[in-house]
Each structure stands twice: as C-alpha cells, then as structure tokens.
Nanobody, 121 residues
C-alpha cells in the first residue's frame, strides 16, 4: 500500500518561514511528478508547486519568489520551503504524487492527508 505523509506544518507569524516535507512509502517502483496543493476554508484546492522527475518546477503566481519545491527521489521525499509567509498562505497543504506501485505498470495519483499551515500575528 502506497502512502504519502506530510509533516512540518504549524503556526507562524507573517514574514516567517516553514519547511514542509512529504514522505512516500510502500511498494513503490518510481515516482513521476510530485507536488504540493493547498485548500483554504471555502476555497477549492489549488496547485502551489510541482516538480517533475527531471527536476523541472512550476509555481503558482502567488508563491513565486517565496516558495521553493525540491525532491530527493532516492528517499522518495518532496519538500516545500516557504519563506516570507503571508496570512493568505493559511491553508491545509496536501502532498500529491504520481507513483507507480510494484503491482502495476501504471502511474496513479496519490494524496497525503494534509498538514495545517496557519500564518497569523
């Protein structure tokens, strides 16, 4: 069974930083695209940042220049460094990855359960 588990969320003040981590575990052959999404109360889930297996990154306009996504494919980890946090960054952050499990030749999308990030003074 493949699982994604996020960590690193918390309560910070505006201007501070947080680093989120997501660990993939289970019978995994490989992971393709990995990314972070977020969902604030009353809003739809939105893409924050993504990274391909080759290291190409993509960011939402609202986080460009402040957030950095990275991955360690050997450890099956993806990270999100969040700097200069703003109150509007408050949301539940979800890890997403397209993973090929050992029992299949197909890549499937998997989601973590999310980690809360609250930015407030």
């Amino acid at each position: 069974q493949v699982q994604l588990v996020e960590s690193g969320g918390g309560l910070v003040q505006p201007g501070e930083s947080l680093r989120l981590a997501c660990a993939a575990s289970g019978s995994i052959v490989s992971a393709n695209d990995m990314g972070w999404y977020r969902q604030a109360p009353g809003n739809e889930r939105e893409l924050v940042a993504s990274i391909t297996s080759g290291g190409r990154t993509n960011y939402a306009d609202s986080v460009k220049g402040r957030f950095t996504i990275s991955r360690d494919s050997a450890k099956k980890m993806v990270y999100l460094q969040m700097n200069s946090l703003k109150s509007e960054d408050t949301a539940v952050y979800y890890c997403n990855a397209r993973i090929r499990p050992s029992y299949s030749s197909i890549y499937y999308p998997y989601w973590g359960r999310g980690t809360q990030v609250t930015v407030s003074s």
